[in-house]
């Protein structure tokens, strides 16, 4: 029987179209910059340049908004993580995504009013919101503003040091992009969850 829950306010869904175009242009952008031939680029570098520092300032006023409305309203509650039997939790999840699913088998934790996250994607959600984001954000902005970094660190340059947790943190955030994206699929049909983001509403099974 299938069903409808509202588990993302206007505020959500704000938040995470903007955060969504804001990655996919500093994805383009990085990449260009990084990647491309100088001489032949994917975007044109100077546009590039301006792509990646303004998007990455946006999103930094983005992150703001995440982490006030995460801990100013009921929303805070889904990133809590329970750690008593979450091993078991974890592997019960990631069994059920890599052999239940194909066998349309229900899932082991159903999404419901109190439980917006299954516990993988609870465990990855707070990874990349909570680690993986500030992370990238706090690189990027040492970058934008080299005088801020360590001249020095570990005797090696401080800039290239920095500059390298940004590329890679950035890789990881992109790559958790294109896997929630995939994940996203995996719905009530192909495109119940990404309509759940203009609606607000969550269609089970």
């Known amino acids: 029987m299938s069903g409808k829950i509202y588990l993302y306010p206007v505020w959500v869904r704000l938040w995470h179209g903007l955060n969504a175009i804001l990655i996919i242009l500093l994805i383009l952008s990085g990449v260009s910059m990084q990647y491309t031939d100088p001489a032949n680029p994917f975007i044109r570098f100077d546009i590039a340049v301006k792509m990646h520092n303004i998007s990455g300032i946006i999103l930094s006023v983005n ?14 509650k889904y990133y809590k993580i329970a750690m008593k039997g979450l091993t078991q939790r974890l592997i019960k999840q990631f069994t059920y995504y890599t052999f239940g699913i194909f066998k349309h088998e229900k899932p082991p934790f159903p999404i419901s009013k109190d ?15 909570f680690v993986l984001v500030p992370i990238v954000i706090i690189t990027g902005w040492a ?12 005797g090696g340059s401080g800039l290239k040091f920095n500059d390298f947790i940004h ?5 990881f955030v992109s790559f958790f992009m294109f896997v929630h994206i995939y994940f996203c699929t995996i719905g009530a049909t ?6 759940s983001m203009v609606t607000g509403f969550h269609e089970s099974h």
């Open 63 to 76: 992150y703001i908004v995440f982490i006030l409305g995460t801990f100013m309203t009921p929303n805070g």
């Open 115 to 129: 439980s917006k996250f299954n516990p993988l994607q609870q465990f990855t959600y707070v990874g990349a919101m």
């Open 167 to 171: 590329v890679i943190i950035g890789f």
């Open 190 to 195: 192909f495109i119940s969850n990404f309509r």
């Open 143 to 154: 970058l934008l503003y080299p005088e801020l970094v360590l001249t020095k660190i570990m």
